[in-house]
């Protein structure tokens, strides 16, 4: 069945990279995103990838697929406190615009 | 381009009441979709609406329905409010032009956050 992972938190210095992991399961999903959500807010989009690329940079920003082992990772760089949030994966499954998310990883920043 | 609009964006209701959300989607968008999302259960598909037809539909009961009006605005309806309901509803809008790619991409509106007492 459809099912997406990630683990729960994270915890970084300021300046440092950060990674956050994901698995999926439906490998017919052609989308992948990265959703970020701030306390009291809506997600806001971060990023997407195709499912058929390995990789995409956008700016602090990059997304590595490994299609073979259904695993999705988000990098950002130079970690600041603004980037606190808890950041969602979620793949595009069940056709017509169904998302499945996972359950959020909390990222902590401390100085 | 203004974004994702949710009105109210909080409610309080008491057990047995019905509420109505709306939704204005991105300027030109046509799919609307609609999410449930509590502490418990996360974020979870409620269902799509496509030029005022619904395409897909979650695992909800059928107190949970929803529509769309010719200019996109969608709405959706909980009937007999439970509290377990109680949770942040958010509505996303995406272009979808099947004929362009990555025009599914769902941006979301700030939610409504409901209570049920």
């Known amino acids: 069945g459809e099912d997406v992972e990630q683990s729960l938190f994270l915890s970084v210095r300021e300046g440092d990279s950060s990674v956050i992991n994901c698995t999926y399961t439906?490998?017919?999903?052609?989308?992948l995103y990265w959703y970020k959500q701030e306390p009291g807010a809506g997600l806001q989009l971060l990023t997407y990838?195709?499912?058929?690329?390995d990789m995409k940079q956008d700016q602090r920003l990059t997304v590595l697929l490994n299609k073979k082992d259904k695993h999705l990772s988000l990098r950002i760089a130079d970690t600041q406190t603004g980037d606190s949030a808890i950041y969602f994966c979620?793949?595009?499954?069940?056709?017509?615009?169904?998302?499945?998310f996972g359950a959020g990883t909390r990222l902590a920043v401390h100085p | 381009k203004a974004g994702v609009t949710q009105t109210p964006r909080y409610l309080i209701k008491t057990r047995g009441q019905q509420v109505t959300l709306s939704c204005s989607p991105i300027?030109?968008?046509?799919?609307v979709s609609w999410y449930q999302q509590t502490p418990g259960q996360g974020l979870q598909f409620l269902f799509e609406?496509?030029?005022?037809?619904?395409?897909n539909k979650g695992n909800f009961p059928g107190r949970f329905s929803g529509r769309q009006f010719s200019n996109s605005r969608s709405e959706m309806n909980v009937s007999t409010l439970e509290l377990g309901d109680s949770a942040l509803y958010l509505c996303?809008?995406?272009?979808?032009?099947?004929?362009?790619?990555?025009?599914?991409?769902?941006?979301f509106g700030p939610g409504t956050r409901l209570t049920v007492l």
């Open positions: 300027s030109g968008h046509r799919s």
């Open positions: 996303a809008s995406s272009l979808a032009n099947w004929a362009r790619e990555g025009t599914d991409t769902q941006y």
């Open positions: 979620a793949e595009g499954a069940g056709g017509y615009n169904k998302l499945i």
């Open positions: 990838i195709f499912s058929n690329m």
């Open positions: 609406y496509f030029s005022e037809t619904q395409r």
């Open positions: 439906d490998s017919s999903s052609t989308y």
